[in-house]
């Protein structure tokens, strides 16, 4: 069985594999509401779409979720370990809810909504 260590090492790939991903949207949506041309809106939808497809595949992946399962048992976490660990499964939580499908449509359709809100 592994180390308390080998898990939290493990599971904190998959953590900054999702903060980077973060990272990347926040840039796309930065980007979108600054300096986007005007006819790229669906081209950056379908940008979106597809990170968000990602980041939510990694969030709702079966070893993403044992890995939870084989720390939550742990004792031997330490507390910010533990506040990790509890964010993360909540975040999970929400994203095991929520279909892939819809995921990509809400990303799709972002663009669009914050040009259209510019306009207006």
């Known amino acids: 069985m592994p180390t308390t260590n080998e898990l939290w090492t493990a599971l904190s790939t998959c953590m900054h594999e ?27 939808g379908d940008q979106a779409a597809t990170i968000e497809a990602i980041r939510h595949q990694k969030l709702v992946h079966a070893n993403l979720g044992d890995l939870i399962a084989a720390l939550w048992s742990k004792s031997d976490l330490e507390s910010e370990q533990r506040c990790c660990l509890e964010r993360l499964v909540r975040l999970r939580d929400r994203a095991m809810k929520v279909p892939e499908s819809l995921v990509r449509a809400l990303a799709r359709v972002r663009p669009t909504a914050i040009r259209a809100w510019q306009t207006a």
Not at 18 to 33: A, F, Q
Not at 35 to 42: F, K, M, R, V, Y
């Open 18 to 44: 999702l903060v980077d991903l973060d990272g990347v949207l926040g840039l796309m949506s930065w980007d979108e509401e600054t300096n986007a041309p005007l006819g790229g809106a669906t081209d950056r």
